[in-house]
């Protein structure tokens, strides 16, 4: 007996030591009977147990036993309360005294090294696990109150426990149907966090799911991937209402695309604790909705441009219109809102009387036989008049096979009415003169035939002259903007060079620009040029044996360099000449060789931002003797519409984004590729790029015949010290740039303003050199020239002229001139011009 009150007196001070509950238990105790710590140790203990028995939750006094390493392998039950009998379903006087081992032999080693790990370190665990003996499931907290000692206390928690098993596999379950869906399903929660997403929003969105759960939709993503949901989300949060929504969102990738669903609030007791919502990627429907009413459109710009009408009537007594187009108030008078639903007339009120019943009778036959049905009738316009007109049509009938409406077009054939009845009256005629007349009759018959052939050729030429009219309008339009442009640079910018105190760093931005926007005019100018001499027959090809990896290598430098591509810096630029001998010759023009590929390479940079450019040599086909290049790129492409009119003058691919240019460059390298027996074709993918292809003759030739690439030209200022000089320009500008230039040659200049002032200067002091403009007031450039020659005077003349024709050329020389310059005005060549004439 002395033993076990030891026992329960150092169980009592383990106890008081480490468990809370019991020493507020003793201290309400102490204070109740005002006993002291020393008084009464027997009464205390009694006490102390017996509050130990009746505890909450259920406690285990136990002794661990170790084998012969110290290893624990067992452990005996000292003490324990009701709540422990009760829980596990133990009896104390069954257990007391006696091992685990014994009292549950299936006992998981686990316990056993859990509590030893506890007793040798003398750190408490608390912890949940699962007894398989019992088949329980408890909350554990477990310490050592003394050596080779511990004691556990615990809670049942099974009914719980299971009851979050049930909890998380139904919550499984319904994620797995969620998985199944093919709409995107997110789940967020009162503070507005990802708490779950199914695969299909991974697809919708580009992301997976861990980059997406866990994050706040409103702060933690890019503005532009969730503002178009970000309204309705937060009018959800707000109302606590399900809203349906369809807005634009931006994926992970960056792709923009139109998503449709429901955001329904998550409510307990009223209160908000998140959203769930469906997403529908409904982006190709969308676009395919776009798409059809641009059809659509389109449709009816060409209903509306036909010289007749398209209609839909009902089937019923007035024949009432359900749609006509708009040609109706032409052939009518009347408009479409007076004639459809029989708002003021029905379009059967409009048929000649004497011919309502045949049409009536004509379309009910025709309809009843195989559905088509074609008649010519009478109609009164609203203003009086009398047409004839050719209606086509068809029945439409229902499932039943009951016919329902008719659909077709009328055209106005009036005109071909009144040339039948007049060729029948001249038959009538005819037929009533002796029979020398029939021979008559049948060459009157095949004129009517050619008019009529006539007719038609005119009135296709007619619709081409209009085609070509409209074109040539565009194209004007287009011209005035591109013109207008470098033009507005080169005025504005000249204007700030006047101004004072303008900066050198300024002024020599501003003259760069003014360069540039001058060159570029000129390119016009040149394209213009290209194409009158191309549709003149004007345009001559000067073909020499060239090496093709010179011209190419040549092409390849030229557009590396340029400043359109370095504008580009996410474009490749590459040439591609693998499949080519190095030593091949090509007899070709190579000016308007790199014209043609420079046209192609240019169009491709401009229409392509990111991936490649590639040229070069495609194949040579030496059996069929022709050499086949190409241009490809990843740009935007050519729609299917474009492809048909590429090639024709003043077109342009119709873009969001237009580019800069004239519309003619590929006009003009189809005009130079047939001028040298070529060909050129092209092939594209909208959004993924084009390739175009072109041909030229080849006929194998041997190195020697290669045409030397001519060195670079070395210009020499030419020194002109008490030389005269007369400058013929009647453009007063044009001669001060002339004699701006000239000044460093230290030359005497003189200025005349026309052909007459240029003869009498000469006539009283004779120059060395004349500038003279081919076209000026009162007597022109070249008659002052040729009247010049005549009196013998033969001084070197240097014609210059804004034209850049081969027969301009020509003409200059025939009348005496030396050399000729076009303007705009090279310095450099002029002084080599002069160098050439002075040398002479």
């Keep these: 007996m002395g033993k076990n009150r030891n026992e329960s007196a150092r169980l009592i001070e383990a106890l008081i030591a480490e468990n809370n509950q019991l020493k507020t238990a003793l201290d309400k105790l102490k204070n109740d009977r005002n006993i002291s710590d020393s008084d009464q140790p027997a009464y205390r203990e009694d006490r102390f147990l017996r509050l130990f028995d009746e505890m909450n939750s259920a406690s285990a006094f136990h002794r661990m036993i170790f084998d012969e390493q110290g290893k624990p392998v067992d452990y005996e039950f000292i003490r324990v309360n009701k709540m422990f009998e009760t829980f596990t379903g133990l009896k104390a006087e069954n257990i007391i005294g006696r091992r685990i081992r014994e009292v549950l032999p299936e006992t998981e080693q686990y316990w056993i090294e859990k509590y030893g790990q506890v007793v040798v370190s003398g750190e408490p665990v608390e912890f949940e696990n699962y007894s398989g003996a019992l088949d329980r499931y408890y909350n554990v907290h477990a310490y050592r109150p003394m050596k080779d000692h511990f004691v556990v206390t615990f809670i049942d928690i099974t009914e719980q426990k299971r009851s979050q098993i049930k909890i998380n596999e139904t919550k499984a379950f319904y994620e797995r149907i969620l998985e199944t869906t093919h709409d995107g399903i997110w789940v967020t929660n009162q503070d507005d966090v990802f708490v779950f997403a199914n695969s299909a929003i991974e697809k919708i969105a580009m992301a997976r799911k861990k980059d997406i759960i866990g994050h706040n939709i409103i702060k933690d993503f890019p503005k532009d991937a969730v503002k ?79 010289h007749g009408i398209v209609f839909r009537c009902e089937n019923d007594e007035n024949w009432t219109m359900s749609f006509v187009s708009a040609g109706v108030t032409n052939l009518t008078g009347y408009t479409p809102k007076e004639i459809l639903g029989n708002k003021v007339i029905s379009y059967k009120e409009i048929i000649h009387p004497e011919d309502t019943d045949l049409v009536d009778k004509r379309i009910s036959d025709a309809v009843s036989r195989n559905g088509k049905y074609k008649i010519e009738y009478r109609i009164h316009t609203k203003d009086g008049n009398c047409k004839w007109v050719y209606e086509q049509g068809t029945g439409i009938k ?33 037929a009533a003169q002796n029979e020398e007349f029939i021979s008559i009759n049948e060459e009157l018959q095949s004129t009517i035939e050619q008019i009529q052939v006539i007719n038609n050729q005119l009135r296709e030429a007619k619709l081409k002259a209009e085609e070509s009219d409209r074109l040539k309008s565009a194209f004007l339009a287009n011209m005035s903007h591109e013109i207008r442009t470098p033009m507005n640079s080169i005025i504005g910018f000249s204007g700030l060079l006047t101004e004072r105190g303008l900066k050198w760093k300024k002024r020599k931005q501003y003259s760069r620009l003014i360069l540039s926007a001058g060159e570029y005019l000129l390119r016009i100018i040149d394209d213009i040029v290209d ?124 873009r969001e984004n237009p580019v800069a240019g004239t519309g003619l460059g590929l006009s003009i390298c189809k005009g130079i590729l047939n001028l040298m ?96 403009d081919i076209s000026m007031p009162v007597m022109s450039g070249i008659d002052a020239i040729k009247q010049l020659r005549a009196m013998n005077y033969t001084f070197p003349v240097i014609a210059q002229t804004a034209y850049a024709l081969i027969e301009e050329k020509d003409s200059c020389l025939k009348a005496g001139c030396s050399s000729y310059i076009s303007k705009p005005i090279d310095a450099n060549l002029l002084f080599e011009l002069i160098n050439q004439s002075m040398e002479q």
């Excluded at 009018?235 to 998503?259: D, H, R, S």
């Excluded at 990627?281 to 798409?291: C, F, H, M």
């Excluded at 008719?406 to 009256?425: A, C, N, P, V």
Aim: glycine share 6%; charged share 25%.
């Design 531 to 654: 194409i009158a001499k191309i549709e003149s027959n004007l345009l001559l090809i000067e073909s020499s044996g060239q090496n093709l990896h010179s011209l190419l290598d040549e092409t390849y430098s030229y557009h590396l360099q340029s400043k359109l591509l370095k504008q580009k810096s996410q474009l490749e630029l590459w040439l591609d000449v693998s499949n080519v001998s190095p030593d091949l010759i090509l007899d070709t023009d190579p000016v308007r060789f790199k014209q043609v590929i420079n046209n192609l390479i240019s169009n491709a940079i401009k229409n392509t931002l990111t991936g490649h450019v590639g040229f070069g040599v495609k194949q040579v086909e030496t059996e069929e003797k022709r050499i086949v290049f190409y241009v490809e790129d990843t740009g935007i492409g050519i729609p299917e519409e474009s492809k048909e009119i590429i090639f024709e003058r003043f077109m342009q691919v119709r």
């Design 398 to 430: 229902d499932e039943a096979g009951k016919l329902d409406h008719l659909e077709g077009y009328i055209f106005d054939i009036s005109d071909r009415k009144k040339m039948e009845l007049e060729i029948i009256e001249k038959n009538k005629e005819i």
């Design 677 to 772: 027996n070529g060909d050129i074709w092209m092939e594209s993918e909208p959004e993924k790029g084009t390739t175009f292809y072109f041909s030229l003759p080849y006929n194998p030739a041997n190195r020697q015949q290669q045409t030397g690439i001519k060195p670079a030209r070395s210009f020499r200022i030419p020194e002109l010290k008490n030389k005269l000089i007369y400058i013929a320009e009647d453009d007063y500008s044009s001669f001060l740039y002339l004699r701006e230039v000239l000044a460093i040659t230290n030359a005497r200049i003189a200025h005349a303003t026309n052909g007459q002032m240029l003869v009498e200067m000469v006539l009283q002091e004779t120059p060395d050199l004349v500038l003279a």
């Design 228 to 306: 178009g949901i970000l309204p309705y989300y937060l009018k959800t949060k707000k109302t606590n209402k399900a809203v349906e929504y369809e807005a634009t969102a931006v994926t992970m990738a960056g792709k923009k695309i139109i998503l449709k669903g429901w955001m329904v609030p998550i409510l307990e007791n009223n209160e908000f604790k998140g959203i769930i919502c469906s997403s529908q990627d409904i982006t190709e429907s969308r676009e395919a909705e776009k798409s059809l009413a641009e059809q659509k459109l389109r449709l009816q710009e060409v209903v509306g441009n036909l």
